[in-house]
């Protein structure tokens, strides 16, 4: 009997019927393994409407029964993604932080497989209030990552990082009940803020480093999603990471005190790992954090389930880091 396998409608993403098709999957994999196999299962897990799609693949190989994880990309950028993951993952087979290994990228359908790498959330006992050491591993992985000293084809400034919040705040008056004038004056102050703000030294960034893209495997701490990874201010990914803290306890009250808890410990962990950060980090660190929380606002307005409540409350508690910094 034929698999019945996911049908998903995207006619933007073209090769996801060759990615939800065992046989026409099984075929590519038979290059990279060089036998034939055959592909048991495949399940969705996560589809972004023309952009991407995630995919999980149990496949009977000649090396046995394994997973695998793969994307399907609308554009070309699997491609860059692919280099981006095999340079790391040779800087980071450790057990402060591994990242997934690529195996394979098949132009024709944008479809880019990697291992699967078998684990847990790392900010599961955080969230539990069991402690606050996936906070530190954290702080440990990401002060890694930054070591890493790997090259990357595109960079992120602070021109980028502002016109991205902009892009993000211009959308919020039609989707949140948010002053338009508000959000205009918002904008104006940030921008100021960032010709005063001291470039920081370029090296490795994530772009969008939070606890939910970390995974535990038996100790040893995994990095997931390098879509975006590029060459910027490491204080982007710390304080995006902070960000995240706040609107995890914004959205799940229960959680408000173990996260705030976390913040000075993954700050101090990250800083004592990193000797060489300027004095001024911490106050680029409030900037990116602040860029996160209006940001935020934008995502989660288009989302059903937050649009009416976590907008507004997001959004005055960016203006509260954002007066932080005019003060710094």
Known sequence: MAMAHPVIDDPTL??????????QVATLLESLFGKPCTVDSIEVIKHKPGKRCALAYRVEAPGGVQRLFAKTFRTERGARIYGTMSRLAQATRGPELIVPRPLAYFPKPKLLFTEFL????LGTPLYAGLGSEPAARAARAL?????????????WSLAQEIDNTAAWLSHLPEKA?????????????LQR?????APGPAGPVHRDFYLEQLWDMDGTTALLDLDDAREGDRAL?????LAHLTLRGLQFPASARVCEEARPLFLETYLEQVPDARDDLPRRVLFYETTTLFRLCGVYAGRARWARRLPPVLFDTATTSLSRLEES
Do not use: I, M, Q, Y
Request: net charge positive.
């Open 14 to 23: 073209k090769g996801l019927k060759v990615a939800l098709d065992p046989e």
């Open 118 to 121: 078998e684990g847990c959330p």
């Open 143 to 155: 002060a890694r990552f930054h070591a890493t000293g790997v090259s990357f084809v595109r960079s």
């Open 177 to 189: 009940s948010l002053d338009a004038e508000a959000l205009v004056t918002a904008l104006r102050r």
């Open 193 to 197: 803020v960032a010709t005063r703000l």
């Open 237 to 241: 990914d710390v304080g995006n990471f």
